[in-house]
């Protein structure tokens, strides 16, 4: 079955505490992408990524890290989470992202509290 | 930069009327998608408009993409119960294919 699959649903951990949340899929897809999404504000890019090795700026990357060193792999790192990283993430990709952006498909969504 | 403003922020429909939701930019989209969320699930893709006054209707759901490529709207006829859900519109600042902003979205609640 064709997924996006992220990696824990649930955390809840400490100020300053490394976590990462895992995202993979199983389409070959070249284009990755992480969301936050927060009450009123919709979805906020954080990061994307275009290709394995080639990765950019959303709108709202402060505080967090990604790679892509595998096409089907597109981890979401906070070095040092803080309580307004508190918030349920989606990881999402699609095709590819060239020629106009395509339909993204979108994993279960992780809830991350940060104490 | 560009900003995706989507209207209402809530709407509240007895089962069986109709609604329509609004998304505006405030830049020329190159495209604009649109998404439904059901409660307490991920985002799952409804539909893609790409030319200009372009009109798309998946049965109840039509979708209009303005002349200007600025703004866009979803309309709902006879809104049953399995219409509940926020509604979010997503469109590509300016020529940069890898981001996409959405709108805050609608949230959708159907009265039986």
């Known amino acids: 079955e064709a997924q996006v699959t992220q990696n824990p649903r649930y955390l809840i951990t400490v100020t300053g505490k490394k976590l990462t949340v895992t995202c993979s899929q199983n389409?070959?897809?070249?284009?990755m992408s992480w969301y936050r999404q927060d009450p009123g504000l919709g979805l906020r890019q954080i990061y994307y990524s275009m290709n394995v090795e080639v990765t950019d700026k959303g709108d709202v990357p402060e505080g967090y890290k990604v790679s892509r060193k595998e096409k089907r792999n597109f981890p979401l790192i906070l070095e040092s989470p803080s309580p307004n990283q508190t918030s349920l993430y989606f990881c999402?990709?699609?095709?590819?992202?060239?020629?106009?952006?395509?339909?993204?498909?979108f994993g279960d969504g992780t809830r991350l509290s940060i104490l | 930069g560009q900003q995706v403003m989507q209207i209402p922020q809530y709407q509240h429909v007895q089962e069986g009327e109709d609604f329509t939701t609004y998304c505006n930019s405030s830049?020329?989209?190159?495209?604009i998608q649109w998404y439904k969320q059901r409660p307490g699930g991920h985002p799952v893709f409804l539909i893609q408009?790409?030319?200009?006054?372009e009109v798309k209707k998946q049965k109840r759901l039509t979708f209009q993409f303005g002349e200007a490529k600025k703004n866009s709207s979803l309309h709902i006829t006879a809104t049953q119960t399995t219409d509940v859900g926020t509604y979010f519109c997503?469109?590509?600042?300016?020529?940069?294919?890898?981001?996409?902003?959405f709108g805050s979205g609608t949230q959708v609640v159907v009265t039986p």
């Open positions: 830049t020329t989209l190159s495209n």
């Open positions: 389409m070959n897809h070249e284009y």
């Open positions: 408009l790409v030319k200009s006054g």
């Open positions: 999402a990709s699609s095709p590819t992202a060239g020629s106009g952006n395509q339909p993204q498909h």
């Open positions: 997503a469109g590509p600042p300016g020529v940069s294919w890898g981001k996409l902003q």
